[in-house]
């Protein structure tokens, strides 16, 4: 298969956990004899430095015109400090979900067992977790009407939602609870907000559609409770864009840190994977940021296209550097790896996959080891 990937790394540590996600799929192209075509483009503050503008025009052509994106993270603290800047780098990562029609972001959380010890949470509650967030990414607060007034003293997000952008995520949603063990459970504030009201009549009436599948309700804050208290329940998630987004962040404390988790953000015609955790700049350049997040993400965008033999290698990568405890700081304090170290690691991993004779701990340690 012959694939062209826009590349977006972006700000902070993307660009160095972007590399680790390309060099798994450049082996994962040598063993399987794929061809992946990588073009890099600008996003995020890197590219208002460069160009003024967070998502430059040539950017959005690219994405609109490859197969798949992979992106980095975005942000700098640069830009946190003036509550009057226009243009924020995370307006770049908006109108492109927006400008790709990326409306469903999925997020998977299964923790990997030699993980499960690092969570916060008791490895009673942690073990055994296996759920996935659909989290309605391009309308919502996040893009309604936003108003100041004049003395800056009031200020207004408008949220809104048509039945059409609810519905076509909820389908996404139940369809994907047919694979799996026929649950849904919908978060939303329905007690108080009628965006959420909405959201349940029209996940109600979807479900009629699929009666094999059990649809129950969760208030937002319950959820919240629940997911840290008892997170086995859950098998398919549904929410809105705003709820979605601080569900999925707390529940990366189940897997142990937030380096781990990758996502999927499709749209119609149009796709992106990236890592769920942000630019991280006080690690940027230091060789420490968890490259596992956007190297499963890479897996996601194998998967999506149906190359799952190929996803799977990856994931067995990530669970083999983590039997040898191949990992960086935020999954153990003592260890002497870093995000390069990792990234060849796994990448050798699936082009020798029956031999890890060539993986010497002092080797990788002072940058030695095979690099693809």
Same mark, same amino acid.
Request: charged share 25%; glycine share 4%.
């Given at each position: 298969m012959n694939l062209k990937i826009a590349v977006l790394p972006g700000d902070g540590i993307g660009p160095e956990v972007i590399l680790q996600a390309k060099k798994a799929l450049y082996a994962v192209g040598v063993v399987y004899e794929h061809d992946? @075509?990588? %073009? /890099?483009?600008?996003?995020? $503050?890197?590219? @208002?430095? #460069?160009?003024? *503008?967070?998502?430059? %025009?040539?950017?959005?052509?690219?994405?609109?015109?490859?197969?798949?994106?992979?992106?980095? =993270? @975005?942000?700098?603290?640069?830009?946190?400090?003036?509550? *009057?800047?226009? &243009?924020?780098? /995370?307006?770049?990562?908006?109108?492109? +979900? #927006?400008?790709?029609g990326l409306y469903a972001n999925i997020r998977p959380l299964k923790p990997f067992k030699g993980l499960l010890?690092?969570?916060?949470? #008791? +490895?009673e509650i942690v073990e055994g977790v296996d759920f996935v967030i659909y989290r309605e990414l391009t309308a919502g607060i996040y893009f309604g009407e936003k108003k100041l007034n004049e003395s800056e003293t009031i200020a207004s997000d408008l949220c809104e939602y048509t039945e059409e952008e609810i519905t076509r995520i909820a389908h996404l949603a139940?369809?994907?609870?047919?694979? !799996? !063990? #026929?649950k849904l459970t919908l978060v939303d504030? =329905? &007690?108080?907000? %009628? *965006?959420? +009201?909405?959201? +349940?009549?029209?996940v109600t009436k979807i479900s009629a559609d699929y009666p094999e599948v059990s649809l129950d309700y969760l208030l937002a804050d319950n959820a919240a409770k629940q997911i840290?208290?008892?997170?086995?329940?859950?098998?398919?998630?549904? *929410?809105? &864009?705003?709820f979605g987004d601080l569900l999925s962040d707390e529940a990366s404390v189940i897997t142990g840190s937030i380096g781990v988790l990758a996502s999927a953000s499709l749209g119609e015609k149009n796709a992106l994977f990236e890592p769920v955790h942000g630019s991280y700049p006080h690690a940027k350049g230091r060789n420490?940021?968890?490259?596992? $997040?956007?190297i499963l993400s890479a897996a996601m965008l194998l998967d999506y296209f149906g190359l799952n033999e190929e996803a799977k290698k990856i994931y067995e990568g990530v669970e083999k550097a983590i039997e040898y405890n191949v990992v960086t700081l935020d999954l153990n304090p003592d260890s002497k790896f870093g995000t390069n170290e990792i990234g060849e690691f796994i990448s050798n991993f @699936?082009? &020798?996959k029956d031999d890890l004779m060539y993986f010497n701990n002092d080797n990788v340690h002072l940058g030695q080891s095979t690099i693809v």
């Open positions: 992946f @075509i990588f %073009e /890099e483009a600008l996003i995020g $503050a890197v590219a @208002i430095d #460069k160009t003024g *503008t967070s998502l430059p %025009e040539q950017t959005l052509n690219l994405c609109l015109n490859t197969d798949a994106v992979l992106f980095g =993270a @975005i942000g700098d603290p640069k830009y946190d400090s003036d509550s *009057t800047l226009k &243009n924020r780098p /995370e307006d770049g990562l908006l109108k492109l +979900r #927006k400008g790709l010890d690092v969570s916060p949470l #008791k +490895r139940f369809q994907s609870a047919q694979k !799996r !063990r #026929k504030m =329905a &007690n108080v907000l %009628e *965006t959420s +009201r909405l959201w +349940r009549k029209v840290i208290s008892n997170p086995k329940q859950f098998d398919v998630v549904l *929410t809105s &864009n705003l420490i940021a968890n490259p596992f $997040a956007a @699936i082009l &020798n």
